[in-house]
């Protein structure tokens, strides 16, 4: 049976390539971003590629009815999804007195706001169903505070955390909930973020490799999938437990500074 999956921020980067993953295993899709070229090309490309059904919906999920009018976009066309994908994201580097505020705050209404209201509208439905896939890309970033990256880092604590307790409270359902946590990662994040300027994105995985790793991980109803960690931050990951907050914080701060 072919399954539907609605993804966010499906322009680019991991989300785009897990549209393209979920469209080669022939399933159709609702693509959600702001960038309605880039979801036109997006879609002509997978629908001629592999004879499936792309519908786009245009909305910046940062504004706070967003999240209702693609609920009410995807019912009012009669569509079921069977899988949520809460990919949409994004980070800011600077020390937080000094970045705009209003950044900070599109980037939690984002990141935490937009993210948890979809996930509740749509699991009203899996939930009458009894069925249904979630997958909430997070970051490693989760596993840490992070100076100069203050907000960001917070925010994916909050989907870790988020989507672990939902996790938990949908054990005995057919529902599962899939939390992504990619390390440093090929994407427009960089860029837009001014984290390719840091040491953290001295080495990069494929946005295309770390797609798949949630997909699959999706699929099989894990709990959590790491992905993308270079053999430094491996290390990092397991001695975080055993090391002095104030020493974690200061490394974490020095590799987020911009390299001269």
Sequence with gaps: MTKLALITGASSGIGKSLAEIHAEKGGNLIVVARRKDKL???KNEL???HKIQVTIIEKDLTNSNATKEVYDKVKALGLKVDYLINNAGFGGLGQFNERALEEDIAMINLNITALTSLTH???QDFVKDNTGKILNVSSIASFM???LQAVYFATKAYVTSFSNALSEELTDTGITVTNLMPGATETEFGKISGVDKTKLLDKTATARSVAEDGYNGMLN?????VSGLTFSQKI???MIP????????KQIKQLQQIKK
């Design 242 to 249: 055993l090391t002095p907050k104030k020493l974690i914080l």
């Design 40 to 42: 036109n090309a997006l």
């Design 221 to 225: 109803g894990k709990l959590d999938v």
């Design 236 to 238: 990092m990951k397991v």
């Design 145 to 147: 505070p992070g100076p």
């Design 121 to 123: 509208l749509f699991l």
């Design 47 to 49: 629908e001629t590629k």
